[in-house]
């Protein structure tokens, strides 16, 4: 069986999500298709700290005969920024901690999950919208408090900007063009944010448009238009004998 690389998807709820319709992992698997194979390893509720525990058995050691990870998205800080006395509440220089921890475990040649090949790109966490999200909360049975602020949610934005300047990583800023399409008003963000944390398809077009430039600029050998396909385009097949050419362009490519 011929296996495709793959654009691994890191993350809590949001990546988690990216199925949804309009959602970007949705989006990603359609322009990437017969490309590279998209693995959605969202894990909802999840902070940096208990990720951190999973990426162990998640991203493939070097010594495990399967297919590359060309690219690695890491998602992370919406849940990290709740507020105590929430259990999913992380401290910033935690979070940071354990962003670079991950981001060692594949870049680092003592690591055993090392992988030379894989790009890495950081994504922040939106904004939220302390008045849907006040309102869903209270709307549960039995109601909760409010858990997050829009101020530390920024500041774990930031946070993931300043690391990917320091570490010369790619960075997916989803919160200043989220803030920007609100008008800079909470109500603004509930187009984008459905709730007032999960994004909504509008939400996740902007997410999927800024990963899109963001490869093209900085990984432009991984944007979908400048990979072949894995099997041939039917025109290009040797028709009478399709066995001999239908592998041959990506075969070449890809070793």
Request: with cysteine; proline share 7%.
């Amino acid at each position: 069986m011929v296996s495709y690389d793959a654009i691994m998807l890191f993350g809590d709820s949001l990546t988690q999500g990216g199925w949804v319709a309009g959602g970007f992992a949705q989006q990603l698997a359609y322009v990437y298709a017969r490309k590279l194979d998209i693995i959605n390893r969202g894990l909802s509720g999840y902070n940096t700290e208990w990720s951190l525990a999973a990426f162990e058995h998640i991203f493939p050691k070097r010594t495990d005969n399967v297919p590359k990870i060309r690219l690695l998205t890491l998602w992370f800080g919406a849940n990290d920024a709740c507020l105590e006395p929430s259990p999913q509440y992380v401290t910033r220089d935690k979070f940071i901690q354990n962003l670079r921890q991950m981001i060692s475990m594949v870049q680092s040649s003592d690591s055993e999950h090392y992988s030379p090949d894989t790009r890495i790109i950081l994504i922040t966490p939106p904004p939220i919208s302390e008045t849907a999200r006040a309102a869903d909360l209270s709307s549960r049975n039995p109601p909760i408090a409010l858990d997050r602020s829009a101020s530390n949610t920024k500041s774990f934005a930031d946070a993931v900007i300043e690391l990917g300047k320091e570490l010369s990583l790619p960075v997916v800023d989803i919160y200043g063009p989220i803030s920007e399409a609100s008008g800079g008003t909470d109500d603004g963000l509930v187009p984008y944010l459905y709730d007032g944390l999960h994004l909504s398809a509008a939400g996740y077009k902007i997410l999927y448009d800024a990963l899109i430039k963001t490869i093209a600029s900085e990984y432009p050998d991984l944007h979908y238009e400048n990979l072949p396909m894995v099997y041939r385009p039917w025109a290009q097949l040797d028709w009478k004998d399709p066995r001999s050419s239908i592998l041959s362009q990506w075969e070449s490519t890809s070793k």
